[in-house]
């Protein structure tokens, strides 16, 4: 277990339904993967940053892993992560280990409801919760009844989904266009699961400040706003894919 992480979870109180994201401790989640399917592919990389609004970048606790993932990397999320079936069953931890850490790290801070923060959200949880199936490893809502914790739903910040619904600029939305937008300079190489996370971690301050409504969120609604927000947009793609004679997408946020 990552010990200097669990205690700074631990240390913290719980947060009140009221808080707004401005000022809520956040647990920042980015995995690099096998591939893009879950269930079938696996986490290979995954980091956990945990950030005290008040301290900014300089407080942050951080826990990193390497996992081997017991199966073939898919040749282009290699040339995207550069990571290597060699070099994964060389320095790779076992899943079983490094996927409960994950997991038992997660659920400490739901337990305090610290929002665990990710860029396009579904992807990582869906891997993390392919992997914790694969394994026959506790879920996360098990790991918080064993804490005598009544579970609660997943509390999950997207700032793709709030970038999509305050900001109606053109062009891409990946991570790294998004913080070049809000003025946010990466701590590390893009595609590598420290700096992305850190960088989806930096996006709420600038976006507290020019969006005031996002940084005046409270936990409480945080969630249901971020399904509307996510409807929003997918209709809106829907009727541009529409138009152009494609097929709609369909399915909700989380």
Do not use: C
């Not at 929003?232 to 138009?243: A, G, T």
């Amino acid at each position: 277990m990552n010990d200097e992480l669990m205690k700074a979870i631990e240390a913290i109180a719980p947060q009140d339904e009221s808080t707004t994201l401005a000022d809520s401790m956040l647990l920042g989640f980015d995995t690099e993967t096998t591939g893009i399917a879950a269930g079938r592919d696996a986490i290979v990389s995954a980091t956990l940053v945990l950030r005290d609004p008040s301290k900014g970048y300089d407080g942050d606790v951080i826990a990193t892993w390497i996992v081997n993932p017991h199966r073939p990397m898919n040749p282009r999320a290699s040339e995207v992560n550069g990571f290597t079936d060699e070099f994964l069953a060389e320095h790779g931890a076992e899943p079983t280990e490094a996927i409960d850490e994950i997991a038992a790290l997660i659920a400490a801070a739901q337990a305090r409801r610290i929002p665990l923060l990710a860029y396009n959200a579904p992807f990582d949880l869906a891997m993390l919760n392919g992997d914790v199936t694969r394994w026959k490893l506790a879920t996360l809502d098990e790991r918080q009844a064993a804490e005598g914790v009544s579970p609660m739903p997943l509390l999950v910040v997207d700032p793709l989904v709030i970038d999509r619904k305050v900001s109606r600029r053109k062009g891409k939305r990946t991570l790294t266009d998004t913080t070049f937008y809000y003025g946010v300079e990466p701590h590390g190489d893009f595609h590598d699961a420290t700096a992305d996370t850190i960088a989806a971690v930096d996006l709420i301050a600038p976006m507290s400040t020019l969006y005031p409504q996002v940084g005046h969120l409270a936990l409480g609604d945080l969630m249901a706003w971020q399904r509307a927000a996510y409807v929003d947009w997918r209709d809106s793609f829907n009727d541009w894919l529409s138009s152009r004679g494609r097929a709609p997408i369909h399915g909700d946020w989380l």
